[in-house]
């Protein structure tokens, strides 16, 4: 099993930025490619952006290309969101997921293990 909790979430206006970060335990964190999705009240849950398990690749949604950033520190088991330029239409629940597929996966059935969620609310 591997327990995910994510932090960093909250309300910014328009423009703004914020890091949402992701610490993983109970197994060896630098196994897992790990993902970040989101979810719209009334809508489905999106990729935003993933990372394989050494961060030498990256993938991310084109809705978000060019302002969110996606890193991972294996030491500290931890991936990270950092996100700018944020616009009303980014508010949504973003969650973090842990997966062993071979590609780097951008949909939900490639990640195995998901966080609770964290609330990021953009105002206008």
């Known amino acids: 099993q591997v327990q995910l909790v994510e932090s960093g979430g909250g309300l910014v206006q328009a423009g703004g930025s914020l890091r949402l970060s992701c610490t993983a335990s109970g197994r060896t964190f630098s196994n897992y490619n790990m993902g970040w999705f989101r979810q719209a009240p009334g809508k489905e849950r999106e990729f935003v952006a993933s990372?394989?398990?050494?961060?030498?690749?990256?993938y991310y949604a084109d809705s978000v290309k060019g302002r969110f950033t996606i890193s991972r520190d294996n030491a500290k088991s931890t991936v990270y969101l950092q996100m700018n330029s944020l616009k009303p239409d980014d508010t949504a629940v973003y969650y973090c997921a842990a997966g062993t597929t071979y590609r780097l996966g951008n949909v939900a059935r490639d990640y195995t293990y998901w966080g609770q969620g964290t609330q990021v609310t953009v105002s206008s």
């Open positions: 990372i394989s398990r050494s961060a030498i690749s990256t």
